[in-house]
């Protein structure tokens, strides 16, 4: 059993920065890719992006790409999601999530990932 969890998030003006971690315990973090997701008040949990097991693979939704990235420190038992010129529509709640390096499913889908974190509210102001 893969426990997971998040900090760093916070209130942030828009253009500003934010670096979410999330530790991994209670399993071999080197056999989980892993992911993280956020959901806005009102909408569905969505995909934000993905890093696989080794971290020499990485995948983020449009909406993301080009200003956050992903990276983890298997050493460690970490994942960090760098959040760069962020805008309103970021704010939400961000979870990393766990999942099998052999689990063939879609790396975008919540169905790929067995374990998930709490959470940690992201809030960008205007």
């Known amino acids: 059993q893969v426990q997971l969890v998040e900090s760093g998030g916070g209130l942030v003006q828009a253009g500003g920065s934010l670096r979410l971690s999330c530790v991994a315990s209670?399993?071999?973090?080197?056999?989980?890719?892993m992911a993280w997701f956020r959901q806005a008040p009102g909408k569905e949990r969505e995909f934000v992006g993905y890093i696989n097991w080794s971290g020499g693979s990485t995948y983020y939704a449009d909406s993301v790409k080009g200003r956050f990235t992903i990276s983890r420190d298997n050493a460690k038992n970490l994942v960090y999601l760098q959040m760069n010129s962020l805008k309103p529509e970021d704010t939400a709640v961000y979870y990393c999530?766990?999942?099998?390096?052999?689990?063939?499913?879609?790396?975008?889908?919540?169905?790929?990932?067995?374990?998930w974190g709490q959470g940690t509210q992201v809030t960008v102001s205007s």
């Open positions: 999530a766990a999942g099998s390096r052999d689990k063939m499913v879609l790396i975008t889908t919540q169905r790929k990932y067995n374990y």
């Open positions: 209670g399993g071999t973090f080197s056999n989980y890719d």
